[in-house]
């Protein structure tokens, strides 16, 4: 079983930046990784995701060209760079792997509901 441990939330002005960390047991176990959102009273929603084995990268449109995922496999850590935030980015953060034998969308990497296994999640609150 995968286990995951996010960190680096906190409080920022707009305009500010964050980089959030993930810490994943097996991670090449997973076959992508990626970064969820929810913001008190709405869904849960893709941010980001990226391949564990070609590092090909998703991101959704409120984000691109703002935030970076990366990875550095050998230390089996997943980062989100947040650059440019805005007050609508605030939202719990989580990081989720996605660990099967096949890989099969329901719609893209960055549906949810297809990430097996959940870090804690970690807050971020930007400031106007």
């Known amino acids: 079983q995968v286990q995951l441990v996010e960190s680096g939330g906190g409080s920022v002005q707009a305009g500010g930046s964050l980089r959030l960390s993930c810490v994943a047991s097996?991670?090449?176990?997973?076959?992508?990784m990626g970064w969820f959102r929810q913001a008190p009273g709405k869904e849960r929603e893709g941010v980001a995701a990226?391949?564990?084995?070609?590092?090909?990268?998703y991101y959704s449109d409120s984000v691109k060209g703002r935030f970076t995922i990366s990875q550095d496999n050998a230390e089996n850590t997943l980062y989100l760079q947040m650059d440019s935030l805005k007050p609508a980015d605030t939202a719990m953060y989580y990081c989720?792997?996605?660990?099967?034998?096949?890989?099969?969308?329901?719609?893209?990497?960055?549906?949810?509901?297809?990430?097996?296994?959940w870090g804690q999640g970690t807050q971020v609150t930007v400031s106007s």
């Open positions: 990226i391949s564990t084995g070609t590092g090909g990268t």
């Open positions: 989720a792997s996605y660990a099967r034998s096949y890989v099969r969308w329901t719609l893209s990497p960055l549906t949810y509901s297809d990430y097996k296994y």
């Open positions: 097996l991670y090449t176990y997973s076959n992508y």
